[in-house]
T-cell receptor, first 109, second 113 residues
Framework: GEDVEQSLFLSVREGDSSVINCTYT??????LYWYKQEPGAGLQLLTY?????DMKQDQRLTVLLNKKDKHLSLRIADTQTGDSAIYFC?????????FGTGTRLQVFP | ETGVTQSPTHLIKTRGQQVTLRCSSQ?????VSWYQQALGQGPQFIFQ???????GRGNFPPRFSGLQFPNYSSELNVNALELDDSALYLC????????????FGPGTRLTVT
């Protein structure tokens, strides 16, 4: 079955880069997504990548996709305290998104 | 442009009761999906509605049901509530069938006691 795995926790210093990793199992996924969730809030769509792309850059965010290894990463440049949140990786399957359990990013001064 | 809205924000119910959660999709979006997010977990897909018809369903029992109205707003109904139904219920809308871009509302926090 489908499964998306992420590490649970990441701690970085303000100004450094953060890299959040994800592995997925469904090789037929057309799109892969990154969502951000702040405490008590819904999910904010950060970015997504089409499965035939290797990289996508959007301002401070860089998404890398290794389709052979089914590995997705999100790099946040110049991480700020406002980036502290839970980040979810998701893969698409027909009519639904399959989410990982989320990576909690903590940014310290 | 108004985003996805959900009501109520919080809800407390007793085991065995029934609950209805509501969602208004983003303007121009005709597809609505519902997800359940248990504490410390990622969201789990419940079902999707496209133009008032159910368009896919996750691994949830029949006591989870839904509706979509002509204005594309939607309801999630849960009968015979169980303690494990306590979760954040998220609604997401997208501009067409399929899910290239899916935008989430703030969620309804349901507590079952």
């Amino acid at each position: 079955g489908e499964d998306v795995e992420q590490s649970l926790f990441l701690s970085v210093r303000e100004g450094d880069s953060s890299v959040i990793n994800c592995t997925y199992t469904d090789s037929s996924s057309t799109y892969l997504y990154w969502y951000k969730q702040e405490p008590g809030a819904g999910l904010q769509l950060l970015t997504y990548i089409f499965s035939n792309m290797d990289m996508k850059q959007d301002q401070r965010l860089t998404v890398l996709l290794n389709k052979k290894d089914k590995h997705l990463s999100l790099r946040i440049a110049d991480t700020q305290t406002g980036d502290s949140a839970i980040y979810f990786c998701a893969e698409s399957e027909t009519d639904k998104l399959i989410f990982g359990t989320g990576t909690r990013l903590q940014v310290f001064p | 442009e108004t985003g996805v809205t959900q009501s109520p924000t919080h809800l407390i119910k007793t085991r065995g009761q029934q609950v209805t959660l509501r969602c208004s999709s983003q303007s121009g979006h005709n597809t609505v999906s519902w997800y359940q997010q248990a504490l410390g977990q990622g969201p789990q897909f419940i079902f999707q509605y496209y133009r008032e018809e159910e368009n896919g369903r996750g691994n949830f029992p029949p006591r989870f049901s839904g509706l979509q109205f002509p204005n594309y707003s939607s309801e999630l109904n849960v009968n015979a509530l169980e303690l494990d139904d306590s979760a954040l219920y998220l609604c997401a809308s997208s501009p067409g069938q399929g899910i290239v871009e899916q935008y989430f509302g703030p969620g309804t926090r349901l507590t079952v006691t």
